[in-house]
């Protein structure tokens, strides 16, 4: 298994690609699993689909998804996304929504793992989902949501003081691990 077992970790697995036609232009979208492990041990319920943009993945060019490795994760403090002072409004157009960053990403920057709605809320990112049989499903913002900051609420409580107190920090003892470039 691809984890280190030790501390806070999330494994995505990327396994498949999805198209589909949405007017005059073909989407797409990169289509893997989740799981959250506390030292190792698999977290029950936190687990499910992912989706990303297409590839080639790369850390140098946007809009496409991240290089397959692992990142060591922060509470993100920017415009759209907070990972602490998030907005608590579920609707899907109040800003700071729920969100962590990977960090040592090369080039790029802002590559968080946050709630999508429809075929993909995502330039980079990764979202959490329940499931995406096909090209068809589109992704429920209020579960994708829930999947969010029930992520970010066990990271909380698994990490105790050493998470941080704020936004905009790294966050210890924390990593992304991907893996799969289908």
Not at 7 to 30: D, K, M, N, V, Y
Not at 130 to 154: C, H, Q, T, Y
């Amino acid at each position: 298994m691809p984890i280190s077992g030790n501390g806070w970790e999330i494994l995505i697995e990327r396994h498949s690609i999805q198209s589909r036609a949405q007017g005059t232009r073909p989407r797409t979208r990169t289509v893997g699993s989740y799981q959250v492990f506390n030292n190792g041990v698999p977290v029950q319920g936190l687990s499910g689909t992912t989706a990303e943009s297409q590839g080639p993945s790369s850390n140098t060019t946007k809009g496409v998804r991240i290089l397959s490795g692992t990142y060591p994760l922060a509470t993100q403090n920017g415009g759209k996304y907070a990972t602490i002072h998030y907005n608590p409004n579920p609707n899907h157009t109040a800003l700071r929504r729920p969100g962590v960053e990977l960090l040592k990403t090369g080039h790029r920057s802002e590559i968080l793992i946050h709630r999508g709605i429809g075929f993909l809320a995502s330039v980079g990112c990764i979202n959490l989902c329940k499931i995406l049989p096909d090209a068809s499903e589109p992704i429920s913002f209020p579960g994708s949501r829930a999947r969010v900051i029930a992520m970010i609420d066990n990271m909380r409580s698994f990490l105790g003081a050493n998470f941080p107190h704020d936004d905009g920090f790294s966050i210890p003892q924390a990593t992304a691990v991907i893996v799969g470039d289908p």
